[in-house]
């Protein structure tokens, strides 16, 4: 069973839509939830952290349901500079781990103008 | 802003030859990490190090890979007869502390990309 799932995309979305990316992680022992962002053939770069009681930042909003297992990220306003790959990560820390980080395979946005 | 830094940013090697990956952590973090990305896939856990040693490897991590810290400053990979499948993305992480919310953040450095031919 994949640890952290997410929609490969891509999503082809025109500049100002609205795009919500959806993730599920299989281990509910997970402690820190993150989106981090990666431009092709670059590092992956912390977007935002993901809390329990859901957070924005900006025009970006993340949600974590830990019922079910499933984060969110919604982007409102796209933007031409958002086109990236996001990546849905989960910090397992706990037990014998020691925080490292499992990442989705990521979904493709494309922002068109 | 501090940073990860990383060197080479691209390395060619020969099949059986060995390799050294150095990376340069943000200064006050303590936990440090390698990752790798083979070309269209996930990023994957190779190997974690806290206070001079190894905290968790991944399955990947297989004996002819090994960390060190050399110095205060360096955190290296090494290679000791890279394979055709070595081939990757290779990034270091770095982070404050391991489980305290907002100081467990990694951050990841532009990567050294190994080609193995």
């Known amino acids: 069973r994949k640890e952290v799932e997410q929609d490969p995309g891509p999503f082809n979305v025109p500049e100002g839509a609205t795009v919500a990316f959806n993730c599920t992680y299989s281990?509910?022992?997970?402690?820190?939830f993150f989106w981090y962002r990666q431009d092709c053939r670059k590092e992956p770069k912390l977007l935002m952290s993901?809390?329990?009681s859901g957070n924005e930042d900006g025009r970006f909003t993340a949600q974590l349901n830990r019922a079910s297992q499933y984060i969110s990220l919604l982007i409102r306003d796209s933007k031409l500079s958002d086109s990236a790959t996001y990546l849905c990560?989960?910090?397992?820390?706990?037990?014998?781990?020691?925080?490292?980080?499992?990442f989705g395979k990521g979904t493709k946005l494309s922002v068109k103008p | 802003e501090p940073e990860v830094t990383q060197t080479p940013s691209h390395q060619v090697t020969q099949m059986g030859q060995e390799v050294i990956l150095r990376c340069v952590p943000i200064s006050n973090h303590l936990y440090f990490y390698w990752y790798r990305q083979i070309l269209g896939q996930k990023v994957e856990f190779l190997v974690s190090f806290y206070n001079n040693e190894i905290s968790e490897k991944s399955e990947i991590f297989d004996d002819q890979f090994s960390v060190e810290r050399p110095d205060g400053s360096n955190f290296t990979l090494k290679i000791r007869s890279t394979k055709l499948e070595d081939s990757a993305m290779y990034f270091c992480?770095?982070?404050?502390?391991?489980?305290?919310?907002?100081?467990?953040?990694?951050?990841f450095g532009a990567g050294t990309r190994l080609s193995v031919l």
């Open positions: 992480a770095s982070s404050e502390a391991l489980q305290e919310i907002a100081k467990n953040i990694q951050y």
């Open positions: 993901v809390y329990s």
């Open positions: 990560v989960v910090n397992m820390n706990y037990g014998g781990s020691q925080g490292n980080l499992i």
């Open positions: 281990n509910s022992a997970s402690q820190s």
